[in-house]
């Protein structure tokens, strides 16, 4: 079996006929005017993982970029966030993980996200010079790794893509003078939002998914169809 299936796009729009998995802690949003809808989309709990970690990813580097905070104060601060990021990722996503026999790939997010936040910490405390002038390299490099591992998981090519984005990232860090942090927040925040406004190529249905019941895989199965239909 091919490790990426090339005939499905690397993105495309939400598809909605999600499996039983998917559908769990489902949030539908819409913005409506009168009777006029200006924006309506599906978010399940990995999106909501991404638009998560959009969010802080943004407020960290943003602040590091604009506010007068001095670095012991913003460690702490960065420190709380990313725990609290790390935790909130961990229980939107620990039973899809679980049905598609990924724990693996949480587990690898986790120890890197953690062990980026004790480097920076060793960087700020220690005064380690080396550590804070490549704090931006630091993370884009972490979020490489943890993309490089969700797209061999996944099988998907748009995750190996983003891994690649980010280590381009790390190339024109040296181009951006002094904006190194606001450059870095806004790519990783634009491909978090990116992957949560999208649907992204990944592997086929696996054959049994050993937790779900014989009706939710018999869910799962129509759903797939649906979906093959939709496709054409």
């Known amino acids: 079996m091919p490790l990426f ?3 499905k796009p690397i993105i495309r729009r939400k598809q909605h006929a999600l499996d039983f998995q998917d559908r ?3 949030l539908k949003l819409r913005l409506q005017i009168s009777n006029k809808t200006l924006f309506q989309n599906i978010y399940t709990r990995i999106d909501q993982v991404f638009m998560v970690w959009g969010l802080i990813t943004a407020v960290i580097f943003f602040t590091a970029q604009f ?3 001095d670095w012991v104060t913003q460690a702490t601060f ?3 966030l990313t725990v609290v990021g790390t935790a909130g990722m961990t229980m939107l996503t620990h039973f899809w993980v679980k049905v598609e026999r ?3 790939v949480l587990y690898a997010w ?6 980026g936040v004790a480097i920076t910490n060793f960087g700020i405390y220690c005064g380690s010079g080396t550590v804070l002038m490549h704090l931006c390299h630091l993370w884009l490099g972490l979020s490489a790794m943890g993309y490089f591992c969700t797209g061999i998981g996944l099988r998907s090519r748009a995750f190996i893509v983003s891994g690649l984005f980010h280590i381009l990232g790390i190339a024109i860090l040296p181009f951006c003078l002094g904006w190194q942090f606001l450059a870095t927040g806004l790519l990783m925040s634009a491909n978090l939002l990116m992957f949560a406004e999208t649907q992204w190529d990944m592997r086929p249905p696996i054959d049994n ?6 009706e939710q895989k018999e869910f799962n199965r129509e759903q797939y169809l649906i979906r093959q239909a ?3």
């Open 209 to 214: 998914y050993s937790i779900l019941t014989e």
């Open 102 to 104: 990924l724990r693996w």
């Open 67 to 69: 506010a007068p905070i």
């Open 5 to 7: 299936n090339s005939a």
């Open 24 to 26: 769990q802690g489902l």
């Open 78 to 80: 960065w420190s709380i």
């Open 230 to 232: 939709e496709s054409g």
């Open 110 to 115: 986790i120890i890197l996200m953690l062990g």
